[in-house]
């Protein structure tokens, strides 16, 4: 546990002082995730302000939809994104990528700055969080993006 520890106050430091919307794309929608449920991970133990929680809902289970206006409108540091579809296999679903790379969320400072990330193990993230091999993987992905760019 001790390395895990050590990886997380890693990403902590990180992610200091950095804001996030943290969302799932379904059905060719984008649900803003809070800090009560899947990937929850990102926003209590790494620590990035999660500003997608004013959604004001319930977000523990699916998210809150949420338009890209509110991405805009919230203009976050980064944008995290699980795609849903993608972890359960849905045939013939939008990929994340052709959801979020729109116009609004194009002129966000994540966008411009290279901080949309793809959760690169949707199905960990999404059947898997809470076991010690899915931690792993998902500070991989995390540490993937963050902190080898």
């Not at 919307?21 to 809070?34: D, Q």
């Not at 990937?39 to 620590?47: A, N």
């Not at 052709?98 to 901080?115: C, F, P, R, S, W």
Request: hydrophobic share 40%.
């Amino acid at each position: 546990m001790s390395d895990f520890d050590e990886r997380i106050q890693t990403l902590s430091a990180f992610a200091e002082g950095k804001t996030a919307i943290i969302g799932m794309c379904t059905s060719g929608s984008f649900n803003v995730l809070g800090n009560d449920g899947r990937c929850s991970l990102i926003g209590r133990e790494i620590g990035f302000e999660n500003i997608g929680v004013d959604a004001d809902a319930d977000t523990s289970t699916h998210g809150n939809e949420a338009s890209f206006e509110f991405v805009t409108e919230k203009n976050p540091d980064y944008i995290f994104v699980l795609d849903r579809d993608a972890a359960i296999a849905t045939e013939g679903a939008q990929l994340a990528q052709d959801i979020m790379e729109n116009e609004l969320v194009q002129g966000t400072d994540a966008y411009k700055n290279g901080h949309l990330i793809y959760l690169a193990h949707p199905a960990v993230w999404y059947t898997a969080e809470g076991g010690i091999q899915a931690l792993d993987i998902m500070l991989q992905d995390l540490e993937t993006e963050l902190l080898q760019s």
